[in-house]
Nanobody
Framework: QVQLVESGGGLVQAGDSLRLSCVAS????????VTWFRQAPGKEREFVAT????????SYGDAVKGRFTISRDNAKNTVHLQMNSLKPEDTAVYLC???????????WGQGTQVTVSS
């Protein structure tokens, strides 16, 4: 099982940018599909972005498409989430999760708080 630790969250103003990192240990992350989710208070967990382990194809949730970019840094065993043009509705705890192809997500980070003020 791969261990994941998120970082990079913080308090920013609307329109600012942040880059989140999901750093892995214990396994080579490039083999895994890695997904960012977010959860705001009182709301269900929401899909943000994913990068497939098989071919690095990426996809995004409708709420972030065109503003967020997911990418791998295999040398650092890390997946980043670049978040631009942040909005107050992006405020949430952001979590990364990893799975091997055909399996359920079995590795989760502890989350990092992103707060966007208007």
């Amino acid at each position: 099982q791969v261990q994941l630790v998120e970082s990079g969250g913080g308090l920013v103003q609307a329109g600012d940018s942040l880059r989140l990192s999901c750093v892995a240990s214990g396994r080579t992350l490039s083999r895994y599909t890695v997904t960012w989710f977010r959860q705001a208070p009182g709301k269900e967990r929401e899909f943000v972005a994913t990068v497939l382990g098989s071919d690095d194809i990426t996809s995004y949730g409708d709420a972030v498409k065109g503003r967020f970019t997911i990418s791998r840094d295999n040398a650092k065993n890390t997946v980043h989430l670049q978040m631009n043009s942040l909005k107050p509705e992006d405020t949430a705890v952001y979590l990364c999760a990893a799975r091997l192809r055909g399996r359920a997500y079995d590795s989760w980070g502890q989350g990092t708080q992103v707060t966007v003020s208007s």
